[in-house]
């Protein structure tokens, strides 16, 4: 399930694996062709009746490509109509993800990788995928969905759906998420970024967590995986200016959320943030 708006579209890709697009669901159409009425719904005489069976088998050779150009059209032209929770004009987003169990094939397993089960049980294959949706946290509406290989972590995940969100978005991430690969990303393309960070996270965020600063800006330095990561994708490798802000909850418990540098103040976003389990 993505939304009203659309439903998941399968379609091969590259030859070897499998993508997932939004196709847009027009139901007065579909209804229209499956009926009595199909021909006038197209202006057709009932000679040129054109069968439900038809217009399908025209739209598999339809490239993925074209139902993605759609989709994004349709999300320009009713965004502003949405309802939209907005922080400093800002469209609050969110990213989240999970683990798909697909069809135990071998074609699928070699595609996105998986499990493959101990020889004592015939050495089966559990074909996953990691499964990842952009989407607005007021009307649940998703923005942008993907399906990639297993192997690939959240934050990679996470960043392909950057080139597809607005211009004008704040997208929120939970523990799991912040990477520098992710920070770095959000910088190239100048997205604006809110991610609740644990301990571990850097040195220098580590040193925060046992302080009463309010706030830091500081470094974010990239290591050894990060740069390999990085290079990958063709992105710079320098150290980023990034923001902490300090988050006390109502149970006593101390928060650090990363944030791009807009602004200094916290607010009742950054705490839900951070007060998400």
Known sequence: MLDQFGVVHQAAQDGVGQSWVLELAVPELDGQLAGDNDAAALGFTSDQSVSAAAVSRARRSLKPSVFEALNARLLTLIADTLPSTRWQDLRVMAVDGSVLNLPKTRTLFCAFGGQRMAKTQNGLMLPMARFSQLYDIDSGL????????????????????????????????????????????????????????????????????????????????????????CKKHNMAVDSLTVRAVRVLLKTGEVEWVLRTLRSNRRSPLICAVASRS
């Open 142 to 229: 998703t923005w942008h969905a993907i399906v990639q290989p297993n192997t690939h972590g959240e934050g990679v995940a996470a960043a392909s759906h950057l080139a597809h969100s607005p211009a004008n978005a704040l997208i929120l991430y939970d523990r799991g998420y912040p990477s520098y690969f992710l920070v770095a990303r959000h910088v190239q393309l100048q997205r604006h970024f809110c991610m609740r960070i644990s301990r571990g996270f850097s040195h220098e965020t580590d040193l925060l967590f046992n302080t009463d600063q309010r706030s830091s800006v500081f470094q974010l330095k990239p290591n050894r995986d990060a740069k390999t990561l």
